[in-house]
């Protein structure tokens, strides 16, 4: 496992992908994110700013086409070309 930026940057982005996936923009936690990226909080903050800026690099990046559960519904406004139908 590497721990140059880009690295450290794409373990992230893609902890943050899952986090958001599971929890939806409020209830993401950027420790979480951190532990499962292996990385430190700063790291986030140095690459993303905060946790809104992190979540919409996924949900750019990503086409919006995060996963939209009945647990996380409410956290970002679905999609409708992309939603599951039991959103």
């Given at each position: 496992?590497?721990?140059?930026?880009?690295?450290?940057?794409?373990?992230?982005?893609?902890?943050?992908?899952?986090?958001?996936?599971?929890?939806?923009?409020?209830?993401?936690k950027?420790?979480?994110i951190?532990?499962?990226?292996?990385?430190?909080?700063?790291?986030?903050?140095?690459?993303?700013?905060?946790?809104?800026?992190?979540?919409?690099?996924?949900?750019?990046?990503?086409?919006?086409m995060?996963?939209?559960?009945?647990?996380?519904?409410?956290?970002?406004?679905?999609?409708?070309?992309?939603?599951?139908?039991?959103?």
């Amino acid at each position: 496992m590497g721990y140059g930026a880009e690295d450290t940057r794409r373990q992230i982005f893609t902890a943050a992908t899952a986090e958001f996936a599971e929890h939806g923009l409020s209830g993401a936690k950027v420790d979480r994110i951190a532990a499962a990226a292996q990385a430190n909080k700063q790291a986030i903050y140095l690459y993303y700013r905060n946790k809104e800026k992190l979540f919409a690099a996924v949900d750019l990046v990503d086409g919006g086409m995060v996963p939209i559960s009945p647990k996380t519904r409410g956290s970002a406004p679905p999609r409708a070309c992309c939603s599951p139908s039991w959103v």
